[in-house]
């Protein structure tokens, strides 16, 4: 049995929540691994299938029926209150609303234009005193609770569980993060040891993706992170990954 089928190591897993998983430990791990400062010092700084032409999504719905809405009423009509009618109703299986997807929704309204009328939004929530927001997330825009309402939700529906990692699994995802598209032999080179079932368990999580290049035995088989991972730790795009401390990523 190849290291890659080995099951799971319960001590890299748990099904506690998760305790102090966060950018900088991310950004600490690879930079331990990469020979930077030392380990976990606190850094300085802190696909979603389209679709069908026969199925009509819930986007489309919203933006469908509020266009050819005849009779007025006490909501005004406009681009803005549109996007926020899409993103209050989300997306059947709860992906990020990109730009470009809200843009082909309405009528004359460019795809660089969203990112303003989401600061529209959020500016009107914040006056009013609105316990939700829109936040950017794997890509794209979802509206939540913000963050000082969390502790509500979880009365009426429970805590929300996030799988515990362990050193070892924030390590192996953190080489994965900052090096995308990388085989399982050249994470077990970096880190001096097998990897192959944290990177199972990992892309089980939904955190990593394994993708296949190549034809035939040539095929090769790379890891890369998901949106899952860009949502779990609040970022825009791979591009807001802090700089990790001591190393000079742009050589």
Do not use: H, W
């Amino acid at each position: 049995m190849s290291s890659s089928e080995l099951p799971p190591d319960d001590d890299d897993f748990g099904d506690d929540l998760d305790e102090g998983l966060s950018l900088e430990k991310l950004s600490a791990a690879f930079a331990a691994a990469m020979g930077g400062d030392e380990p976990y010092a606190v850094s300085e700084e802190e696909e979603t299938s389209e679709p069908s032409e026969e199925e009509e999504s819930s986007e489309e719905a919203v933006a469908r029926a509020l266009a050819t809405q005849e009779e007025p009423d006490d909501c005004e009509l406009s681009p803005r209150t549109i996007l926020e009618a899409m993103l209050f109703v989300g997306s059947p299986d709860n992906s990020p609303l990109s730009a470009d997807k809200a843009a082909a929704r309405m009528r004359g309204v460019a795809i660089d234009e969203i990112a303003d009328l989401v600061e529209e939004l959020n500016q009107a929530y914040r006056e009013e005193g609105c316990p939700y927001e829109i936040v950017s997330s794997g890509g794209g825009f979802r509206m939540t609770l913000r963050d000082e309402f969390t502790r509500l939700r979880e009365k009426f529906y429970g805590k929300v569980r996030e799988a515990k990692l362990s050193q070892p699994a924030v390590d192996v995802l953190a080489l994965v993060a900052y090096n995308q598209n990388v085989t399982r032999e050249e994470v077990d080179k970096m880190r001096g040891k097998p990897s192959g079932p944290l990177l199972n368990q990992l892309v089980r999580r939904e955190l990593l993706q394994l993708q296949r290049t190549g034809k035939g035995k040539e095929k090769e088989k790379t890891y890369s992170t998901t949106d899952r991972f860009l949502e779990m730790f609040r970022l825009s795009s791979l591009e807001d990954l802090p700089q990790p401390q001591g190393l000079d990523l742009e050589d």
